[in-house]
């Protein structure tokens, strides 16, 4: 979770993670990109790391029981007082046709996740390895044209399962890029040091 909110209306989140934990047994992790304060005790009792009542954007990273197992990116957008699931506690229940794409990754294996925030559109785009490009995994218009304080977190989701099995989900964050694609509200070179300390205390 960042210490400050990231202000800008074209924006760019390239993330980069390792799931080490067994894929079948592991729930997956989010990235949101809200509006709201953040506080610790949204990230207990959640649907998948965090709150489903948000308002902003939320990328799911998930492992779909009802479709083999396989993992899935699914970005949805929440306006605050409306849930952005139809079935409490079932993040699959929030698939769309056009909101989400399967990830093919691997267990110890480097996965990125790009999120772009330009001209009202929300752009998804995932990487299963190190190993190929980046390619598209959903677009959709931006729900709200005001949006532009985001505050950023990565969560990952541990549960336990309808046999009272534990599962956890043992991720890394290799890394993470935040890049203001407008260049004419890009900051100086020594008020972005002072930026990224004041992110990184």
């Known amino acids: 979770m960042l210490n400050a909110e990231v202000e800008s209306k074209s924006v760019e989140f390239d993330i980069e993670f390792t799931i080490n934990s067994e894929l079948a047994k592991s729930r997956g992790l989010m990235a949101l990109f809200t509006q709201n304060q953040l506080e610790p005790e949204d990230f207990e009792r959640s649907d998948i790391g965090y709150r489903s009542d948000y308002e902003g954007v939320g990328v799911y990273i998930f492992r779909n029981p009802i479709r083999e197992n396989k993992w899935f990116v699914m970005t949805l957008q929440g306006t605050g007082a409306r849930s952005v699931l139809r079935m409490k506690g079932a993040i699959h229940s929030g698939m769309r046709s056009l909101n989400n794409c399967e990830l093919d990754m691997a267990q110890g294996v480097r996965t990125g996740l790009r999120v772009t925030m330009k001209d009202y559109k929300i752009i998804v785009e995932v990487k299963d390895s190190d190993d190929v490009s980046y390619r598209e995994c959903s677009s959709q218009m931006q729900q709200n044209k005001a949006w532009k304080n985001w505050k950023f977190a ?14 956890v989900t043992d991720v890394d964050i290799d ?19 002072a930026e990224r300390s004041a992110f990184l205390q």
């Open 175 to 193: 890394s993470v890029k935040i890049s203001e694609l407008n260049p004419a509200d890009m900051y100086s070179m020594q008020a972005q040091e």
């Open 154 to 167: 990565l969560a990952a989701k541990n549960s336990i399962d309808d046999r009272k099995e534990m599962q």
